[in-house]
């Protein structure tokens, strides 16, 4: 009995055990909602911010400064063999080492070279034919850097005409629209016949010649002159200080358009249509040449004619004239530009390395920055090319430790910049169809460091935010600023460069064609930022004194420029931690709202410019005004379902971010700008009379260029009405994409 | 020691109870991998096929009978206040109450109409000045269907040029490039000052009279000619027989371009900028004006000159001479074109209705058919409302059952398709930043049932598979096919149009610009289908006989061509089941190695046709079919990658499915096809010369358009290699779509 009892409990016991063990596991199973798959919890969620902080360490100034080293050591012109085979396979095989894969896109495009055995230069013909005053042919050697390279082009500018021409010469100041405007209409300078000499700075070189060449010029001299590049240049220019000494000259290209001029539209690849040279923008229509200040100096001095008004007197020590001709005896000499440039076919190379996005691979974080330079290109491009590697280095060493982003990582080295963003162009118009679907923004650096001062950028008002905020999380480079409490990289700027409507916010520019972005923007329709560490705004400098010069040296940067290369690190970083952001938020950093405010402010400017114009014209913007508001609206309302979205719905988390990232390709219009249909976007592009510039609403800021000189007023203000109208229908079509879609009012 | 015993027991049971409840519970939770949330399952499988079962029952014949009587009842031209108030408040309420959203787009364009107190008419002037065989003002009444309604136009052709012209006639028959090119080169006739008659058929009549204007008419009449409209006419005519008969006649337009004429690119939405007219394309070069064969004749056995050779002789009992001028005693007598055709500006709307899609609501299947006729419309467009609206009411009932679709669906309704395409031109123009990355589909029912023999249908190749497919889903209308064998509209239309390349596959058509599917695929890049019932393809008609004339009633329609409407009712399932499958697949069903098959075929027949030629100017088409030979593969591996895919992954499937949608686009180049830029798809186009037909490969069929005969031979060739090059690029760019996006392979 008791054996029975005990024996019923041990019976009850594995019963019990039984039963319970198949309950709970019912229970386990049934009885408690699901746990989310593990992939589908960590789809859900930011990325781990350690490895952000991770990243930053890991990026050393020294290494930075090994590559600068490396990268200049002899000169990389585009096309050359060291920039289009050594720098290429070094780059190939690095991030082929470090990252997930590599890969070279060749192109086969028009390049524009000095003819070495007859070099440009610039001359005073005299009367009885012979040459005074001849211009140097190279760039006197001031540091050892720049010694025995065979590789280092004369001074030139690339796709000139080529071909000797004579003529009186005149000063044209910048060479603006505006300076050779004033001299026609205000002066009544007769300027046919006529070689233009400016100086340098303000806009584009392209622009100035072609200016001078509608204005009736024959050639066009271009020189650096001091009161825009060696403000305090009495005693201390290069090699002593940073400022450019008068043996320096400027190089670049005229180059009016992006891209292969060959190949317009398409890419250079194999089976590309490639036009004749006579049928395409492929020469400039005047012979140019570029010159240092000690060469100017010697023309300068013998012109004759009316005193330049005080604007337009530069920092040499004489009286600057406007000409036409020269003073006696020189009264019938001639002033002779020598131009020899040619151009010719040659491969350029872009390598793109690749890291493969855990969840969401086919969305692309594209950062770019070019390869190729003038001559040893310590600043441009050489400072960010450095940089650029030794993040990629880093980011190498977070995947060797397991850690993969959200999205794809696209690192770009882009080949030919200087000649026209050929590289990056030709490569965007190859991938368009795939980048317009899949890349959320594209980063550019093409200088990491012009300056030491603060940092300076300009994009897309998408990017502002998360520009801002990633510039909150970098030490700031100076131990000065450190120690006047401004911590971060962000402190300093605000404090250098605040914005016109924040004070709270640095100021961020708007995007013309000064680099590679501009066919992410201006075809693809994707959200870009361009960004450097650059010198004081109290200079007023056009560019860095160095620029495009063979000074540009290793030399120059690490002695006098950034020594410890802590503002090189300081803008790897900061690329280093936007690009994370982009790729690691389940919720893309991408801000329409400040989109909607841009808008806002640029209709106003435009309204204060212009209102009584307009009002007399029956124009108003009150169509655009209205469509702002509703772009606003639709904004806040996108951005508040971003805050309320179920994380884990994969479906609809996607849906936002695709309305977050098409934003920016709402505002492309295929039909382009009116007049320039090679530049895509309603809202910002690159100046009409300033490539380097940005226009804002660049049809209509076009369409009201001058508009009160023009005799036909009627066909212009069509023409002012109907931008009007594009801009306020592209708005309305941004506005809608923005929208819920789960109603008709999204369609 | 027994009760301690036994206690020890109960203490067991009770423990075992709590620790394997505990146990149990922990591994039901976590030692069995969790199942998905629900959501994510239903995410991951197809929608239930019952539904199209039901689908297919609930779509009844004699609903659309009603609805056929209630849009035919009285005549709806566009602008007119029954079709853009009535029947557009009328299918917003079905919608509204059916669905579970729609709206009204409303646009501002300008249409064209007949002069009603001044009818257009041709006559004989005779030398005496006073005027002779004065064509019809109105069209006959034969049916009671058609009495008394005063909204009816009279024959006209929209957009013609008004005026009174005279000259001497000549005939052109149907007035194509290759007639008019025949008539000047081969038989040296001088077309200046002459006024032409063509009939109607083969080509969209604006290029019968953009060619007239070309060779050097005044004017042109168009008529429907018996061997084009009225096969067997001679007893059997309407309203005996679906023929056309003598007094009718076909209106249609003659504008040359889509969409609204005076906004050209951009939607005529409110704060749109309207050309002036004199800047426009909104009027044909010359007068025209359409009459019928009773009158036709009139004129064309007066004509003198040399005999039409026997492919020119129509069927009128008349030897067909080509003129120019009569013969005696009306020797100086002149053709007479009296055209008071008038362009105005109204409102035309679209009627849009919405199915919210469950799982991807920003993914939208859209349908459409216009709403606006020249008449009574009830084959075009009516037959296919009447379709729309029964199966628009059909789903309504699955969603009241609580049924929901993965994708959402758009049913499209309209206006003004009739003068040029311009309600679902405009709409895509206002909205093609939402379409162009979100629709998925577009499939077009202009008219529903013009014959009741076959199926017949054109479209992109990625629609091929499914179209074929779904026509194996839906019953044969015909009970003799049945009989027959042929259980299926599948196995009919195969009977009746075999493709060429498959006898297994009934034949598909490229498509042109002759209906509403234009803007989806020349602006949006969107796969589209046309399709309807139709005649025998052994009549060769051009249209259906009582195409745009008065005749087109309910009448014609329910006593001659469909009576009990299961033609109509076949259409209607075929476009439900298209629809269904497109917004209920996991994986998208769009196939893209058709495209590429198509792709294969269209490179060998322009080697068949031109290779010698090629051959002979240095042309080849090796890199073409290279390129399509990467495509091809990329689209293996495509589809070979949905069939792997793990479908319960929600970002991979969607990323498949972008992939699959996005091909389409890739076609599409923003630059136009050279010299037409309003087209945008490089693989098929509307033809340079019949707009209404398709090209293949349009960019470079426009380029050897009789490019023997071209003096500028070099400048031709060129062009030619330019073409082949951008084809090359643009199959690449569509090829480097597909590819995988996990490495550096597929940027």
Redesign the interface.
């Known amino acids: 009995m008791?054996s029975w009892?005990?024996m019923s409990?041990?019976l009850?016991?594995?019963v019990?055990?039984?039963v319970?063990?198949?309950?709970?596991?019912?229970?386990?199973?049934?009885?408690?909602p699901?746990?989310?798959?593990s992939?589908?919890r960590e789809?859900s969620i930011d990325g781990d911010s350690s490895f952000t902080e991770r990243l930053m360490k890991e990026i050393r100034a020294d290494n930075i400064e090994k590559n600068l080293k490396y990268f200049t050591q002899k000169a990389h012109i585009a096309g050359s063999p060291r920039e289009e085979e050594e720098l290429v396979n070094y780059i190939f095989n690095e991030w082929k080492s470090h990252l997930?894969?590599?890969?070279i896109y060749p192109y086969s495009v028009l390049l524009s070279y000095p003819n070495a055995s007859d070099p440009n230069y610039v001359a005073v013909q005299l009367e009885n034919g012979t040459e005074a005053d001849m211009s140097a042919k190279v760039e006197k050697i001031l540091n050892p850097d720049q010694e025995e390279d065979p590789t280092v082009v004369n001074p030139f500018n690339a796709y000139s005409l080529p071909g000797t021409v004579m003529g009186d010469p005149v000063y044209v100041n910048y060479g603006t629209i505006e300076d050779f405007t004033y001299m026609k209409r205000n002066l009544s300078i007769d300027l046919n016949g006529t070689i233009a000499i400016a100086r340098y700075g303000k806009i584009y070189r392209a622009d100035k010649v072609k200016h001078a060449a509608e204005f009736g010029c024959v050639g066009m001299v271009l020189y650096s002159d001091p009161a825009d590049y060696a403000v305090d240049s009495e005693v201390r220019v290069y090699p002593d200080d940073w400022w450019l000494p008068g043996t320096g000259v400027q190089r670049g290209t005229v180059l009016p358009r992006d891209g292969d001029p060959l190949t317009p539209?398409?890419?250079s690849?194999?089976?590309?249509?490639y036009q004749k040279e006579s049928d395409s923008f492929s020469v400039s229509a005047i012979p140019v040449t570029p010159i240092g200040y000690d060469d100017a100096i010697k023309y300068l001095r013998k012109i004759s004619g009316p005193e330049a008004n005080s604007t337009w007197q530069g920092g040499l020590n004489v009286t600057y004239r406007l000409g036409p001709g020269f003073i006696p005896p020189y009264s019938n000499s001639k002033l002779k530009l020598h131009v020899r440039t040619y151009n010719e076919r040659r491969m350029t190379h872009n390598v793109?390395?690749?890291i493969?996005g855990e969840?969401?691979?086919?969305r692309?974080v594209v950062l770019g920055n070019h390869r190729d330079a003038w001559v040893f290109g310590a600043v441009d491009p050489s400072s960010a090319s450095a940089a650029m590697m030794e993040l990629s280095r880093a980011f190498g060493e977070l995947l060797k430790d397991g850690w993969r982003p959200r999205r794809?990582i696209?690192f770009c080295s882009w080949g030919a910049e200087e000649h026209g963003l050929i590289g990056s162009t030709e490569w965007v118009e190859?991938?368009?169809?795939?980048l317009g679907?899949?890349a959320v923004a594209y980063l550019n650096v093409d200088i990491a460091v012009e300056g030491n001062t603060t940092l300076m950028a300009s994009g897309t008002p998408n990017l502002y935010k998360l520009l801002h905020e990633s510039a909150k999380k970098v030490e700031n480079p100076n131990p000065d600023e450190i120690a006047n409490g401004r911590k971060t990289v962000f402190d300093t700027w605000l404090a250098n460069d605040p914005s016109d409507y924040d004070p709270t916010l640095p100021h961020i520019g708007e995007l013309g064609s000064a680099s590679d972005y501009t066919a992410f923007l201006q075809i693809g329709g994707i959200p870009c930022i361009d960004m450097s560490y650059t010198y004081s705004k109290t200079y007023k400098l056009s560019d860095y004194p160095m620029y495009h010069s063979a000074y540009e040296t290793f030399d120059l940067v690490s002695r006098l420029m950034d020594r410890g290369f802590k503002y090189h690190q300081a803008v790897a970083r900061l690329l280093g931690v936007m690009t994370m952001t982009l790729a690691e938020k389940v919720i893309l950093d991408l801000d329409c709202t400040q989109y909607a405010n841009k808008l806002e402010r640029m209709v106003k400017d435009i309204q204060t410019h212009y209102g009584p114009l307009f009002e007399k014209h029956g124009i108003n913007m009150d169509?655009v005004v209205k469509?702002i508001q509703e772009f606003k609206e639709a904004a806040r309302n996108l951005h508040g379902r971003t805050e309320t979205v179920e994380l884990t719905?994969?479906?609809e988390v996607?849906?936002l971010n695709?309305q977050l990232m098409?934003l920016e390709?709402?505002f492309i219009d295929?039909?382009g700008i009116s007049g320039r249909p090679w530049y895509?976007h309603v809202i910002f592009a690159p100046s009409l009379h300033d490539a380097y510039g940005s226009s804002s609403f660049p049809g209509l800021t076009d369409a009201l260029f001058d508009i009160e000189n023009d005799p036909d007023q009627a066909r212009r203000w069509e023409q002012v009405?109907?931008e009007?109208?594009?801009i306020?229908?592209i708005i309305?079509?941004?506005a809608?994409?923005m929208k819920g879609?789960?109603?008709?009012?999204?369609?």
């Open positions: 008791v009892k005990m409990w041990k009850v016991a594995v019990c055990t039984v319970f063990l198949v309950l709970g596991i019912l229970i386990g199973k049934f009885g408690i699901p746990d989310l798959p992939w589908l789809m997930d894969s590599a890969r539209y398409y890419p690849i194999e089976s590309a249509f793109i390395g690749y493969r969840h969401e691979p086919d692309y794809s696209v190859e991938l368009v169809k795939i679907t899949r169509g469509a719905n994969p479906l996607r849906r695709d098409d390709r709402a295929p039909l895509r009405k109907k009007v109208s594009v306020t229908f309305y079509s941004a809608s994409t879609v789960n109603d008709i009012g999204g369609l």
